[in-house]
Structure formats: structure tokens, C-alpha cells
């Protein structure tokens, strides 16, 4: 097989509570309460593959953006977070629109248990993936090696990144589980919305853990007005 037959071999694929790409934060970390479970394909099951991988507190998903394929591609984008109207350099930005759909997560590793039918399955925080996205690799993360302390960030230091205030009627919160209520916050804290959107009149669905939030932004305010069981 010459190397331009080659193909990346998806290794296993992510659990979260994210059904659809709308509303998932836009980098790893941001909410570090959002669980997840990597199960393996059965080639990958062999526990002796993840042997010493306890040891580390973070790991390294290199992934797929398995909902974003394309034939061609662009040399430059539109980040949603410039408001849709500026371009930049596709290898300047995170766009999932790239010569190689390939995505890479810095995530928390929780727990390794080994099942007795699904083999490793790794526990995560902090993910930014949908369900049943596909992971090409896993490596560790290795804080004296892959961090940066003094780094820039480019345009990114222009983005406005104020959370959001939140009303949350207390009749529709206590359709939400418990112990989901913290991480909901969280992520409409974010603001799910593209930056271009501003349209106070128009409600937005933010699918997650099993739920249909329906919501409206105004200025700087949130408010939820239905929440709906899928």
C-alpha cells in the first residue's frame, strides 16, 4: 500500500451529551464539569494498550470533525467568534472546515476501568466533542512539554469572552436534573450562539443530556423560556 493509500484508523469514539454540534464549547477545558466516555473498537480493546496511562491527570484527543467533510477547501474562514464578517487563514484559526477535517482536545482524565465486554474505557472531563465523534489517536498530556505559560493568542486576545447572566425560571430548572443544573450554566454562561446572530426575538434550542432548551438573548442577558425532555 503506497502512503497516499493510507488511512488514519479510527482507534474509538467519544459518549457526551451533546447529540448535535450546536451549543458545545468552542475550545477544551471551558467546562471542565462536561463528562464524557472514550469506548474503543473492538481491534483496540487490549487493556495492555492503555497500561500506565492511570499515571497521567490529562491526555491528548486527536479526533475527527466528523460532521464537517468536505471536497475542497478554503485558504481562509470566517471565525464565528469575529462575528462571521472577518477572514482569516484557515491555519490560523480552529475552523473545522480544513484540508484535514482533524480536530485536538486537551481533556481531563477521570478514571480508567477496564469492562469486562467494552475493554479500556477512559472517563473524561472537559471535552468539547459530540457524541460518537471518532478518535484517530490518544496520547498524554505532559505539562513540562506542552505547555506554555508566556504564549500569545493572536486575534483571539480581541474577542470579547463575557459570560452571559442567566434567568433560569425555577418551574422549567426543576425539569433538569440535579446534577446537571451547574454544567447547563455553565455552558449557556458561554453563549451558544454565533457571534453574528443578535436577533433578540428569535429562540435558539440547545440540545443536551436528554433536553431541548429553548432560549433568548438580549443584550447580555439569557433567558430560558421551555424546556423540552427528547
Not at 468539547?128 to 493568542?153: E, H, N, Q, R, V
Not at 474577542?159 to 433560569?168: E, G, Q, S, T
Amino acid at each position: 500500500m503506497s502512503k497516499e493509500q493510507q488511512k488514519l484508523k479510527i482507534i474509538a469514539r467519544i459518549q457526551t451529551d451533546f447529540p448535535a454540534k450546536f451549543g458545545i464549547p468552542r475550545q477544551s477545558g471551558m467546562v471542565e464539569e462536561l463528562k464524557g466516555k472514550i469506548v474503543f473498537d473492538p481491534e483496540y480493546r487490549n487493556p495492555e494498550a492503555v497500561r500506565g496511562l492511570e499515571g497521567f491527570s490529562h491526555i491528548w484527543l486527536i479526533w475527527e470533525f466528523s460532521e464537517a467533510k468536505r471536497d475542497e477547501w478554503s485558504p481562509t474562514v470566517r471565525p464565528p467568534r469575529l462575528g462571521g464578517n472577518v477572514r482569516k487563514g484557515v491555519f490560523a484559526t480552529r475552523s473545522p472546515f480544513r484540508p484535514n477535517p482533524i480536530g485536538l482536545s486537551a481533556v481531563k482524565l477521570c478514571k480508567v476501568e477496564i469492562d469486562a465486554i467494552m475493554g479500556p474505557v477512559l472517563h473524561v472531563s472537559g471535552a468539547d466533542l459530540m457524541d460518537g465523534t471518532p478518535i484517530y489517536d490518544i496520547k498524554p498530556y505532559i505539562p513540562f512539554a506542552d505547555s506554555y505559560p508566556d504564549a500569545s493568542s493572536g486575534f483571539i486576545n480581541e474577542v470579547d469572552r463575557n459570560n452571559l447572566k442567566i434567568i433560569f425560571p425555577d418551574e422549567l430548572l426543576r425539569l433538569i436534573p440535579a446534577e446537571m443544573q451547574q454544567t447547563l450554566f455553565q455552558l449557556l454562561e458561554l453563549d451558544p450562539r454565533p457571534s453574528y446572530q443578535n436577533d433578540a426575538e428569535r429562540i435558539y434550542g440547545l440540545s443536551f443530556a436528554g433536553f431541548d432548551v429553548r432560549f433568548k438573548v438580549e443584550n447580555e442577558l439569557l433567558t430560558v423560556c421551555g424546556v423540552v425532555k427528547i
